[in-house]
């Protein structure tokens, strides 16, 4: 194999003539050099002058978070309740509307960060190369206030509605799936 390989870089194929191929070709030919333009400009691990910056930093803000959480206990209920976790039915927690977005720096134990950033990684990171550091950014964020905002209401079209916190970046990843 390391001998077809030598002899295929020592003479190369010649580039194609007009008319070579047929239109059917062609189309793919076409095609797969726009796949590659594409998966070369966006790539999660493309080397370009776009630095990923700004999903990098939301990712250290997220595991920063996390170790504030360690002390106390990142299953700890109350520990993530005095740390700004979203009670629900928020009727427990009145005029605290704050919560929405602290809730969605929180994770309930490591397993649930190390998802959330490795997803958050790779989308955002491709999302930001594609749209710029704003968009992405306003994008996550919307998606994290709206998902920890619709939830509790969701909750409330349940007859037994459960008593529960909620934490995580689950809304703000999903919003960047949905991107």
Not at 18 to 24: C, H, P, Q, V
Not at 99 to 125: D, I
Not at 148 to 157: F, H, I, K
Request: no cysteine; proline share 6%; glycine share 10%.
């Amino acid at each position: 194999l390391g001998s077809m390989i030598a002899r295929r870089i020592d003479s190369p194929l010649p580039p194609l003539r007009e008319g070579e191929l047929d239109a059917s070709a062609s189309a793919i030919r076409s095609r797969l050099a726009e796949d590659v333009a594409h998966e070369t400009h966006y790539a999660v691990l493309h080397a370009g002058s776009r630095r990923p910056w700004a999903t990098w930093s939301i990712a250290g803000l997220l595991i920063a978070v996390f170790l504030f959480e360690l002390p106390g206990g990142s299953t700890n209920s109350d520990n993530l309740m005095r740390l700004g976790a979203l009670k629900i039915p928020t009727t427990l927690t009145p005029g605290e509307s704050w919560r929405m977005l602290t809730a969605g720096l929180l994770h309930f134990g490591p397993l649930h960060l190390v998802m959330n950033v490795l997803v958050l990684l790779y989308l955002g990171s491709r999302l930001e190369r594609a749209w710029g550091p704003l968009r992405m950014v306003v994008t996550y964020a919307v998606a994290t206030v709206t998902s920890m905002g619709l939830a509790p209401y969701l909750l409330t079209l349940a007859e037994n509605q459960p008593e529960a916190i909620l934490v995580g970046a689950s809304g703000g990843v999903m919003g960047l799936l949905g991107g």
